[in-house]
């Protein structure tokens, strides 16, 4: 196991790769006060921190104090704010989806919601087709959609994509998700083929949670953004099926689900269409509003208009208005904001010895839970052009308990930061290893993967678990995801040591690493010059 100094809680400026003055200086982490930081981020009084509740604006006003606190400058012009025009849309959720002569049952058996701006959302006898895993991908070869036309029609498609269902390495990426295996792909490929609708069929271990997860975070209020059309382009009916709904719908078409999953997984499957027709009528709420991005700068000595970011989302899945259920994400993600507080405490005070060269940006956004929200707002309209960001090291969830002689390395031959990672665990004692659950696409489900989009290199550091097999099963995006008194904390500790390394050799080095596999990511760095 990983042995910590002499100070559990300290790091040492030799280790963080700063200036010969502040050899003499050691900073130290405050137990206690991210203690603070979590227990009020995660108590009931905040309620979940949902956008757009007062939970949103007791969170972004404690995190700017915070920052404010610690002397960090306003990061959007003279605010620690960055407002986020966007939508809370709520459906219906006594609604019921007709398959052919199925009806099924919301939250149960399927979920189903929009984004589109809109009183009422209805698809009428839509007719169905299974279009196996709803995957474009010519740098694959791979074609679900190849001579068909699905408008107005409904596609019926699997979660994760043909190399997770084969094992083959040589297939997409093997194990490994791919963006083309996420939900928000498939939704998103689905609207530019016309569909009126789209329906994942669930799978425990393919998606990488559990159904309860896919009806927690679907059936109560979801945010988007707004375009000028009112979302008009969006899909209509972004759904689920359950696994058992699925068979039942199957069977209804004389076909055997676990055969076609296996054909769809093969390069040269033919779509294959459905009995009967698919209908679903549902009334939406929708309230335009702002929601806020936090935004918290220490400005660099040397290059400050070069910025490192560090960050972590504010935002979880608020209260359930129907039971009464408070979803506090005490380690999604109350612990990834403490660090980053802690994170800022500690690199200022460094700041104010040794001033970093580079400028950092501390940041906190919202509405990662229903779509990356705030990040990809922050992407498109930054407060810091991309192309002067360095890098974004983004914390999801903390290990809360012990120590651990490892870190997890999220993706593989993404991006040069893997380096900055492999060379700070050793100096630490520790070791590297590969993402266990890399068919959850982790890699693309938090808002590093926003900013990847318009070309910035990241970091996931998520622990979700490590110590604690129990809390993806039962606690993770459940009420049960609580604040206890009792973790030690010791893991982060280590891992926020950590990440200060990486975090200040970036200020200082000069560097700009880049992007290591061929991608759209990659072209648009090249676009920047970096890479």
């Not at 972590?312 to 980053?340: C, E, F, M, R």
């Not at 012990?402 to 930061?417: P, Q």
């Not at 489900?445 to 970091?459: E, I, T, Y």
């Not at 990440?499 to 990659?522: C, H, T, V, Y």
Request: glycine share 10%.
């Amino acid at each position: 196991m990983f042995t910590f100094p002499s100070k559990p809680w300290a790091v040492l400026c030799l280790a963080l790769g700063v200036s010969a003055s502040a050899e003499a200086a050691e900073l130290t982490f405050d137990k206690q006060q991210i203690r603070t930081h979590i227990a009020t981020l995660a108590s009931d009084e905040y309620g979940g921190r949902g956008p757009l509740t007062r939970g949103e604006t007791l969170s972004i006003d404690y995190i700017a104090q915070e920052f404010a606190k610690l002397g960090l400058k306003p990061g959007n012009g003279d605010s620690y704010l960055q407002p986020v025009p966007l939508a809370q849309v709520t459906a219906d959720q006594g609604v019921t989806l007709k398959l052919g002569q199925l009806e099924l049952t919301n939250g149960s058996e399927f979920t189903a919601r929009t984004q589109r701006i809109t009183p009422r959302i209805e698809v009428k006898d839509s007719p169905m087709v299974f279009v196996g895993y709803g995957i474009n991908a010519p740098e694959y070869g791979w074609n679900d959609y190849a001579g068909l036309d699905v408008r107005g029609k409904t596609v019926v498609m699997l979660v994760n994509d043909p190399g997770f269902a084969t094992q083959d390495p040589t297939l997409f990426k093997g194990n490994a998700m791919t963006y083309y295996g996420r939900w928000t792909y498939k939704y998103e490929e689905a609207a530019r083929q016309g569909a009126a609708a789209a329906l994942i069929i669930h799978q425990t271990d393919a998606a990488g949670y559990a159904w309860g997860v896919v009806q927690n975070s679907n059936t109560g209020s979801k945010y988007t953004l707004v375009d000028a059309s009112n979302n008009a382009s969006e899909l209509p009916v972004m759904g689920w099926l359950h696994q058992d709904a699925a068979h039942k719908l199957f069977k209804q078409s004389r076909l055997d689900l676990a055969a076609l999953s296996q054909a769809a997984a093969q390069p040269g499957f033919k779509p294959v269409t459905l009995t009967g027709t698919a209908s679903i009528r549902f009334d939406n709420t929708a309230r335009m509003a702002e929601s806020h991005n936090v935004l918290g700068l220490l400005p660099g000595s040397e290059m400050p208009e070069e910025v490192v970011m560090i960050h972590a989302h504010w935002d979880h899945l608020g209260t359930n208005k129907s039971d009464g259920h408070i979803y506090n994400g005490a380690i999604d993600n109350a612990t990834g904001v403490a660090g980053v507080i802690e994170l800022a405490r500690v690199l200022s005070e460094q700041h104010r010895q040794a001033p970093f060269k580079r400028s950092i940006l501390f940041s906190s956004f919202t509405a990662e839970e229903t779509g990356l929200i705030g990040a990809s707002h922050f992407a498109t309209h930054p407060t810091v052009p991309a192309g002067q960001i360095v890098a974004f090291l983004n914390i999801d969830g903390m290990n809360v308990d012990n120590a651990l002689d490892y870190i997890l390395r999220y993706g593989d031959g993404v991006s040069e930061l893997e380096g900055y990672l492999e060379r700070a665990a050793r100096s630490q004692g520790r070791t590297v290893r590969p993402d266990p659950r890399p068919q959850a696409g982790l890699l693309y489900r938090s808002d590093h993967f926003a900013l990847a989009k318009v070309g910035v290199p990241g970091l996931l550091f998520m622990s979700l678990g490590d110590n604690d097999p129990d809390y993806i099963p039962h606690r993770y995006h459940k009420p049960a995801d609580d604040y206890h008194p009792d973790w030690s904390l010791e893991g982060m500790a280590q891992d926020l040591s950590l990440m200060a390394i990486i975090a200040a050799q970036l200020a200082n080095n000069g560097d700009w690493p880049k992007w290591l596999e061929a991608s759209e990511f990659r072209k648009r760095r090249a676009l920047d010059g970096r890479q």
